[in-house]
């Protein structure tokens, strides 16, 4: 059997799509509300809702409690109940 020398990357590879495509800019030549750039959802506290459910998912994969916890503060959830 052949064995692959590349690591193991327990992050799904759409999250770190998601985390890169989704950034926010300003409208209005730059004065104006920000709005995610790839589907132009009004950027809130949290992000574009695509970028929260990356960051979620994320959080999920991490084995880490406290890259969780920075996670959930950055996201605003509890890990224990919901969004």
């Known amino acids: ?6 690591p193991y990357d327990p992050v799904p590879a759409s999250v770190k799509i998601d985390l890169e495509l989704h950034q926010p800019y300003r409208t209005w030549l730059g004065l ?5 750039e790839w ?3 009004t950027w809130g ?10 960051v979620k998912l994320l ?5 880490s409690d406290s890259l969780r916890g920075v996670l959930a ?3 605003g959830f509890s890990w224990g109940g919901a969004a």
């Open 45 to 54: 506290a949290h992000g574009c809702p695509q970028r929260r459910s990356a």
């Open 39 to 41: 589907c132009h959802h």
């Open 1 to 6: 059997m052949v064995q692959s020398s590349l």
């Open 32 to 36: 104006g509300r920000l709005r995610c």
């Open 59 to 63: 959080a999920s994969c991490l084995n």
């Open 73 to 75: 503060n950055l996201i």
